[in-house]
Structures are given as structure tokens and as C-alpha cells.
């Protein structure tokens, strides 16, 4: 292992740790500002976010010829969110689920990976399989924003129908954290995304230069050092969340994750190009 090899590892997880704790404050910053609730903000723009990495090494793999490499960044990267970082998130601050993506977000999750086990038993994901795909990511993602505004407008109504007395406790849009502009923690969210992009970016490369010198095919290198590299940005996001007591948008950074690599990485990244299965990957791999 070289030296320049080592302090890009150093580097990456310094850039991982450091974007997840702004990407956590702007994040929950912007909730508040805009009356939209943690869990939601988790499973929609921190869990886009924290994705982009696995987009762009996907994108990056299927246009350089390595499909198994696209493949299994997204498939071991769900498999790694789940196991790994939803377990050592739990291990540092035990997780609340509410009934909302129990009941919710979960099964929808389940429905997506379904999806993509059966349209891949062709032994390819074509450019239709892609739109199907990046069609359910985009209407569970619309729906999902609808339904939260709607929410959030019927508890204001019944705040200003409720007598003064009953409100006391309540947080208004004027207090604390809500007073945040919505520019400055859009900026905080995007500062912290680019840190985690570039340090996720140093450890994969670093990681995929010595899996290739010991000679592991692109399928393996991207179920495990890739996928596992590309899923640091929502390890650092949901453990700095998890310490500072949001649990809601940690939880829900896994799951949305999920839901953005199948519909949005894997969907659109077939619709570049279309994307082999290996059968190995089909048997074992995509079921799990």
C-alpha cells in the first residue's frame, strides 16, 4: 500500500465526517424553515444527497463498460445500508421508527428492490426497465411531498383554530431553528454534499486500485469495496444524525437511499446504456 494510496483514505474520511455534520445542520435547518418534517427531509433531499455518489460512479462504470461494476454498486450498497450502517447507527443511538415508514416507506422500499429482482431476470435492464424505474422513484417522491405539505397545512389550520392556551408548546414558524434562511441552508446542504461526494471519491478510488491489484472482478469490487465506499456519505449522514437527536431523518436517509440507487441510479443509468445481469448476480445477489 503505498503512501499516496493511505492518505487518500485519511483524506476521504475526514471530507465523509466533516460533510456529514454540515449536510445533518443545513438539512434540519431546511426543514424547519420550511415547515416539512425531519423524516421527510431524510427521505427525500438528504437521502438524494447522500446518493450522488453511487450515481455518478454507476453512470461513470456503465459508460466506461464495466456493468457488473454498476450493478453491484447499487445492489451492495442497498444491502450495506441496511446491515452496516442502519446497524452501527443503531449501535451508537438506538433508532425510533415511526409508524409512517413502518407502515409506508418500508413495504414501498421492498416493492422497489421486487422490481428490480424481476425486470433483471431477463438477464438485462433496458432502457424501458430504466424509465420504469425512474417513473416509480419520481411518483413515490412526488406523492411523498404532497402528502407531507397537506399534513403540515391541516396542523396549522387546527393551531389557529385551537384556543391560545392549547398552543404554547407548540413551535412556530418564528422561533428558534425556523428562523434560518432558506438560502443559507440550502447552501449548507449543497457544501456538505460536495465534501461527501469528494471524500467518497478519494476512498473509492483508493480502495478500487488495490481490490484491482489483487485481482477481483468489477462485479465483486462493486458489491463490496465500491459499494461500501459509496455508501460512507449516508454512514456519516445517519450516525452525526443519530448523535444530534435526529433520529427521524436518519432512519430516513437509509431508506430513501435505497429507494434513489434503484429508481434514480440504476434506473437512469440504464437509460444511458443498457445493463447486463450476471447470473451470479441474479441467484444470489439482487434477492438479498
Not at 425510533?96 to 433483471?120: E, G, H, K, N
Not at 416509480?136 to 407531507?148: C, E
Request: aromatic content about 4%.
Amino acid at each position: 500500500m503505498s503512501a499516496l494510496t493511505v492518505a487518500a483514505l485519511a483524506v476521504g474520511f475526514a471530507l465523509l465526517i466533516g460533510g456529514g455534520e454540515v449536510l445533518v445542520r443545513g438539512a434540519g435547518g431546511l426543514a424547519a424553515t420550511l415547515g416539512i418534517s425531519p423524516l421527510v427531509v431524510g427521505l427525500t433531499v438528504v437521502a438524494f444527497a447522500t446518493s450522488a455518489p453511487e450515481f455518478a460512479v454507476s453512470v461513470d462504470a456503465a459508460l466506461s463498460g464495466y456493468p457488473g461494476l454498476a450493478v453491484g454498486n447499487v445492489v451492495g450498497s442497498n444491502i450495506a445500508n441496511i446491515l452496516l450502517i442502519l446497524g452501527m447507527t443503531a449501535i451508537v443511538a438506538p433508532l425510533v421508527a415511526t409508524s409512517r415508514i413502518v407502515r409506508v416507506d418500508i413495504p414501498i422500499m421492498v416493492l422497489f428492490s421486487l422490481v428490480v429482482l424481476l425486470v433483471a431476470l431477463d438477464g438485462t435492464i433496458s432502457f424501458l426497465d430504466g424509465l420504469l424505474l425512474f417513473a416509480g422513484l419520481v411518483t413515490y417522491t412526488t406523492a411523498t411531498i404532497v402528502i407531507a405539505r397537506k399534513q403540515d397545512g391541516d396542523r396549522a389550520t387546527e393551531a389557529l383554530d385551537a384556543p391560545a392556551g392549547d398552543s404554547a408548546g407548540e413551535t412556530t414558524p418564528t422561533g428558534g431553528e425556523t428562523s434560518h434562511p432558506v438560502l443559507l441552508n440550502s447552501a449548507l446542504v449543497i457544501a456538505g454534499v460536495a465534501l461527501l461526494v469528494i471524500g467518497a471519491r478519494l476512498l473509492v478510488t483508493a480502495a478500487s486500485d488495490l481490490a484491482s491489484a489483487w485481482g477481483m472482478s468489477d462485479l465483486v469490487i462493486g458489491l463490496t469495496v465500491v459499494a461500501v465506499g459509496t455508501s460512507l456519505p449516508e454512514l456519516a449522514t445517519s450516525m452525526v444524525a443519530a448523535i444530534r437527536g435526529e433520529r427521524d431523518l436518519a432512519i430516513g436517509n437509509i431508506v430513501g437511499s435505497n429507494m434513489f440507487n434503484i429508481g434514480a441510479v440504476l434506473g437512469m443509468t440504464s437509460l444511458i446504456a443498457p445493463i447486463e445481469i450476471a447470473a451470479g448476480a441474479i441467484r444470489f445477489d439482487l434477492p438479498i
